[in-house]
């Protein structure tokens, strides 16, 4: 994707940021989490996190952010120089939750990355929540870095999967069998690429899993692939630099 399609993508994200909820929303109480391990892709440009959020947290957003409501986002397309997108989500700026994840374990995995000289401080309180059914996709695109002001800058996007792998139908999803969010998820990998399209990485959404990757100037290619079966729900927000 070129820079010009990067720039009217997010020309387009700020137009629907009229869409953003306010932070009133009771989100789940999120537990510290100890002796998180990081899974390396591709050195600390690319990593993942197992269990960091638990099944009960993550079901728990997606019960909250479905009560919040999702508007569709769309594209016009790599014709007109956008990255092709169809998802439906949620932003809502809220600097408590964006603590609140961060002390519950993150911070401890930046404490060894410096990117030109400066620390990892928190998450940016700008917080979305995607939500992806069958056929939905998100095509190739880079992730930019932004600046929050005060010498603080985005520089790793942070993903975590709300849904994904098998699990166990409840009372009430055998009540609604035409619901295909109480399926299992099938498809709707983030793909990494690098120089000449080369596949870097496929990572398959699990139930609590986070993705970090670096953004910005060194930003992967990456995309979103169809879902094929059940919903993909994901929170993102980005880390912050100072």
């Known amino acids: 994707m070129t820079e010009t399609g990067t720039k009217k993508r997010k020309m387009g994200d700020r137009r629907r940021e009229a869409n953003s909820k306010n932070a009133t929303a009771k989100w789940p109480i999120i537990k510290h989490k100890l002796n998180l391990r990081i899974s390396p892709l591709k050195d600390t440009d690319l990593f993942t996190v197992q269990n960091f959020f638990t099944s009960a947290e993550s079901k728990a957003f997606i019960k909250t952010a479905e009560s919040l409501g999702f508007v569709h986002q769309g594209s016009q397309g790599p014709l007109k120089g956008e990255a092709y997108r169809d998802n439906d989500r949620i932003s809502v700026n809220d600097p408590a939750l964006a603590d609140t994840i961060w002390n519950a374990g993150l911070n401890k995995l930046f404490t060894d990355i410096k990117i030109r000289g400066k620390v990892a401080v928190g998450l940016n309180p700008n917080i979305r929540f995607y939500r992806y059914k069958v056929g939905q996709r998100f095509g190739q695109h880079i992730d930019e870095s932004v600046s929050l002001g005060d010498g603080k800058r985005t520089h790793y996007t942070l993903l975590i999967y709300l849904s994904g792998g098998c699990k166990g139908k409840t009372k009430s999803d055998m009540n609604n069998p035409n619901d295909s969010s109480s399926e299992p998820l099938v498809g709707g990998e983030t793909v990494f690429y690098g120089s000449r399209n080369k596949l870097v ?22 995309e979103a692939r169809n879902v094929t079966k059940g919903v993909k729900y994901l929170f993102r927000s980005d880390v912050v630099f100072a």
Do not use: F, N, W
């Open 201 to 222: 990485a496929e990572v398959a959404p699990a139930e609590g899993m986070a993705l970090l990757h670096i953004h910005g100037d060194k930003c992967m290619l990456h």
